[in-house]
């Protein structure tokens, strides 16, 4: 394997026979964890931004290679987008008091990414359809990824909400 290929697949996780996407947003969720925790939050928007350019790069010269456009296997762009989807819903993390607060983070983080990413709402779906080369393949899941976040983000705030209101006040 190549180490453009190995970049694009995400170590190789997008070369999953079923529902690569899935595998590439799982493979790459550890690692944005572990970012966070140990670099911080900066650190990961670094690296996404250096992803997200590099892969914009890298799928051009993959898709003049192969002459697909937006192949399955590739998956940098889940990566970016569920990195984007953590730093937004952990800025908010901080501010949260009910128990297990950065499990259902995670969760959240995780399901509301793919939520946006398979289904392409407004922008993202036209992003999706219209835009050509890694512009567009990376374009569809950074927005997703936004979403994502602030979806997470949204529901977070209601949890807290809800905890409050019901253990909290008399």
Not at 80 to 106: H, P
Not at 134 to 150: E, K, P, R, S, W
Request: no cysteine; hydrophobic share 50%.
């Amino acid at each position: 394997m190549t180490l453009q290929k190995l970049f694009l697949t995400f170590f190789g996780s997008g070369l999953s026979p079923k529902a690569p996407g899935t595998m590439g947003t799982l493979a790459s969720l550890p690692f944005g964890i572990l970012i966070i925790h140990t670099m911080g939050i900066q650190t990961l928007f670094m690296l996404t931004l250096a992803i997200t350019i590099i892969g914009i790069f890298e799928i051009n010269k993959y898709e003049k290679i192969t002459g697909i456009h937006d192949q399955q296997e590739i998956v940098i762009d889940e990566t970016a987008g569920i990195w984007l989807t953590l730093m937004i819903s952990y800025s908010t993390l901080s501010t949260l008091s009910f128990n297990y607060a950065e499990v259902v983070t995670v969760i959240l983080s995780f399901a509301s990414f793919r939520l946006f990413d398979i289904w392409k709402p407004s922008t993202i779906g036209v992003i999706d359809e219209k835009v050509d080369g890694g512009l567009g393949v990376m374009g569809d899941d950074i927005l997703a990824g936004f979403a994502g976040g602030f979806l997470t983000v949204l529901i977070l705030l209601g949890i807290e909400k809800l905890y409050l209101s019901l253990f909290l006040i008399n």
